[in-house]
């Protein structure tokens, strides 16, 4: 089966441009994480999607970023405008839900954003 | 508020050598806790995960650890280190008010001497 797909690996742009980051999650999958890594703060969860609706959106940063999941198999993390310290690796993590066991979260390889 | 705590940033056995890992969490009842590893240049990677059948759980890569509700530990071991353990890895606890957000320790680094 295919893991979580990200895209693009890495990115490279200028303060002040729009970033979008995307990702397909895992079919069937009905949870979808956001996470931002970087050294001086570890993981960060930004949002999570429940069902492609967005359930807590109290990590984002600020306004210069959103987050949407249009169906069940995209997802999109945006910034606008961008800033140096928005570089870090970003992360979307995909899971399916049940009441009797303990399913664990599954990771793309990431986006490494560079904003120079 | 639920935490978890991995003692040691680095880590650094010899090929070889016994590995031990340390988290600790806070939490009431007992949570659903997993290992992640990460390799450079990569996502996180599910090394085990532990349900309530078994305290001693076994995961990939010859990896184990134990879960102890009176230390409120789950400690991560492997007999003998390879080379290729060399990377870091993370210890998640399930949240108490929604299992399917995790808490994250801050991560160890593996540093692997020949």
């Known amino acids: 089966d295919a893991g979580v797909i990200q895209s693009p690996r890495h990115e490279v742009t200028e303060m002040g441009q729009e970033v979008t980051l995307r990702c397909k999650p895992i079919s069937g999958h009905d949870y979808l994480f956001w996470y931002r890594q970087t050294m001086m703060r570890g993981l960060e969860l930004l949002i999570y999607?429940?069902?492609?609706?967005?359930?807590?959106d109290s990590g984002m940063p600020e306004d210069r970023f959103s987050a949407k999941m249009p169906n069940a198999s995209f997802s999109t993390l945006k910034i606008q405008p961008s800033e140096p310290r928005d570089s870090a690796v970003y992360f979307c993590?995909?899971?399916?839900?049940?009441?009797?066991?303990?399913?664990?979260?599954?990771f793309g390889d990431g986006t490494r954003l560079s904003i120079l | 508020a639920q935490s978890v705590t991995q003692l040691g940033s680095h880590v650094s056995v010899s090929e070889g050598a016994l590995v031990l890992l340390r988290c600790n969490y806070s939490s009431s009842v007992p949570p659903y806790l997993f290992w992640y590893v990460q390799y450079p240049n990569q996502g996180l990677q599910l090394l085990l995960k532990y349900t309530s059948a078994a305290t001693l759980v076994k995961g990939i890569n010859g990896f184990e650890a134990e879960f102890k509700k009176s230390e409120t530990s789950f400690h991560l071991t492997k007999p003998s280190a390879h080379m290729s353990d060399a990377a870091e890895y993370f210890c998640a606890v399930s949240r108490m008010d929604s299992n399917y957000q995790l808490i994250w320790g801050a991560g160890t680094k593996l540093i692997i001497k020949p």
């Open positions: 999607f429940n069902n492609n609706v967005p359930i807590d």
């Open positions: 993590a995909s899971s399916s839900w049940r009441a009797d066991s303990n399913q664990p979260q599954h």
